[in-house]
């Protein structure tokens, strides 16, 4: 596709429950990244994967937070047990040099 | 703690003047930064960088100037327009590849 593409662009889920996150990025790029922004917050980094290197997993708030990148393309963040804190705009963004393309986001609430 | 810091949450500015953005970092190892514009309900989109090896970057009203010893950057927008009130977040890179951004800082510029 032409850009990073995110689904789904809005989610709703009950305290407690699991919620998978998607990402397809940018076609040929072999970095992607997981960003969140709470509200009135900036740009917190979760997690990175480059080629085939082992993911930076250091931005991960804890262990409920995990993502998997299949094949060096599609990636999904998976949160377990979501709490209201985890209520934010979850951004996904590939590169395959040193500028970064962003997706839309995923905005989840978590009720 | 934070490796990239916009010390200032909000600017305002008026129409046809110059908009001044600061961003400073502690990492000694980023040598290349850069800065991108988000609009509500958007991904960032990416607007200008800087190779630790300049100090300055022009591209058409916006301008970032570097300041390595300082571990300073700027981004200047002259003549600002009402269309670039939105969020500037300023970001840094190293070798590693892992890009960390500031917290943003939301430019309003008045008719």
């Known amino acids: 596709g032409a850009g990073v593409s995110q689904s789904p662009s809005n989610k709703v889920t009950e305290k407690g429950k699991d919620v998978e996150l998607r990402c397809d990025p940018i076609s040929g790029h072999t970095a992607l990244y997981w960003y969140r922004q709470s509200l009135g917050q900036g740009l917190e980094f979760l997690i990175y994967?480059?080629?085939?290197?082992?993911?930076?997993k250091s931005g991960l708030p804890s262990d409920r937070f995990s993502a998997e990148r299949t094949g060096g393309s599609v990636s999904t963040l998976t949160i377990q047990r979501t709490q209201q804190e985890d209520s934010a705009v979850y951004l996904c963004?590939?590169?395959?040099?040193?500028?970064?393309?962003f997706g839309s986001g995923t905005r989840l609430t978590v009720v | 703690d934070q490796q990239v810091k916009q010390n200032s949450p909000s600017l305002s500015v008026q129409e046809g003047r110059i908009s001044i953005l600061n961003c400073d970092y502690t990492?000694?190892?980023?040598?290349?930064f850069l800065w991108y514009k988000k609009y509500p309900a958007e991904g960032p989109t990416f607007l200008i960088s800087?190779?630790?090896?300049?100090d300055k970057n022009e591209d058409g009203r916006f301008t970032v100037f570097l300041n390595k010893s300082a571990k300073h950057l700027s981004l200047h927008i002259v003549p600002s327009q009402p269309g670039d009130s939105a969020v500037y977040f300023c970001?840094?890179?190293?070798?590693?590849?892992?890009?960390?951004f500031g917290k943003g800082t939301k430019l309003s510029v008045k008719p």
């Open positions: 990492n000694s190892m980023f040598d290349y």
């Open positions: 994967f480059q080629g085939n290197s082992a993911p930076d």
């Open positions: 970001a840094a890179t190293g070798s590693q590849g892992n890009l960390i």
């Open positions: 963004a590939s590169s395959s040099g040193r500028q970064v393309a």
């Open positions: 800087i190779s630790s090896i300049k």
